[in-house]
């Protein structure tokens, strides 16, 4: 198996992971980007790798209901998370198998693609098709927020050499923090960011980093692509 869903069932089923609140580089797309550059904050909005819905609520609740939202993931338990949140419309979250279609699951189509740390779970294959159904589910103009991780990140953790898929196996910390197999895919520039996403007009790219602990667990950064159809 070259998918991490092993490791996010474990982290979501026993060891209690979900965001609590948005990111803060989520937080500024929507303020920076969304209300003042582009003046777009109504419309529906599919949260690819939803997790517990954090982001999907913060977008709904920041616009004012303006923005709609829509999920889906790949952690089975979700379902229940989703279920017993009162500001989740539980029909239009869907848990779905790793690497398969979700076109289908949706009758409307989207005005915002917003995904958060969740595309470079998915090999080259994967990640083409993927990137080409998100585009045909879009309006003309829909926005698309994604983020990448940066080819140095994980470079204190045991990581192979990129197999023939595209992906990296990450396993083993030098802190013994995570113990569980990841496969990632790494985005190694900003002229790679913008080809992988080439079926979107770029508006704006940069990256992030959440902490970068130069003795601890080394970088984490993650490039960020915002585009438009």
């Known amino acids: 198996m070259d998918n991490s869903l092993l490791a996010y069932v474990t982290k979501y089923d026993t060891q209690g992971y979900g965001l609590q609140f948005p990111d803060g580089h989520v937080i500024r797309f929507y303020e920076r980007i969304l209300n003042f550059a582009l003046n777009k904050t109504s419309g529906n909005l599919l949260?690819?790798?939803?997790?517990?819905?954090?982001?999907?609520?913060?977008?709904?609740?920041?616009?004012?209901?303006?923005?709609?939202?829509?999920?889906?993931?790949?952690?089975?338990?979700?379902?229940?998370?989703?279920?017993?949140?009162?500001?989740?419309?539980?029909?239009?979250?869907?848990?779905?198998?790793?690497?398969?279609?979700?076109?289908?699951?949706?009758?409307?189509?989207?005005?915002?693609?917003?995904?958060?740390?969740?595309?470079?779970?998915?090999?080259?294959?994967?990640?083409?098709?993927?990137?080409?159904?998100?585009?045909?589910?879009?309006?003309?103009?829909?926005?698309?927020?994604?983020?990448?991780?940066?080819?140095?990140?994980?470079?204190?953790?045991?990581?192979?050499?990129?197999?023939p898929n595209g992906l990296t196996h990450i396993q083993g910390t030098p802190t013994n923090r995570m113990s569980e197999n990841s496969y990632i895919r790494f985005t190694h520039s900003i002229e790679e960011l913008k080809s992988d996403f080439s079926l979107f007009e770029p508006l704006y790219w940069g990256d992030y980093t959440p902490i970068n602990l130069y003795n601890f667990e080394g970088s984490s950064r993650h490039f960020i692509f915002i585009g438009r159809k």
């Open 47 to 163: 949260d690819f790798g939803c997790g517990n819905g954090v982001h999907s609520k913060y977008f709904a609740k920041r616009s004012g209901g303006g923005i709609r939202p829509f999920g889906i993931d790949i952690v089975p338990s979700l379902e229940q998370i989703w279920r017993d949140d009162e500001l989740i419309c539980e029909k239009d979250f869907h848990i779905i198998e790793p690497n398969s279609s979700f076109s289908h699951l949706f009758d409307e189509k989207m005005d915002f693609i917003f995904a958060n740390q969740s595309l470079y779970y998915l090999n080259n294959q994967n990640f083409n098709s993927t990137i080409k159904e998100l585009y045909n589910l879009c309006n003309d103009g829909a926005i698309i927020f994604a983020t990448m991780m940066a080819s140095e990140c994980y470079d204190l953790y045991e990581k192979s050499k990129p197999l």
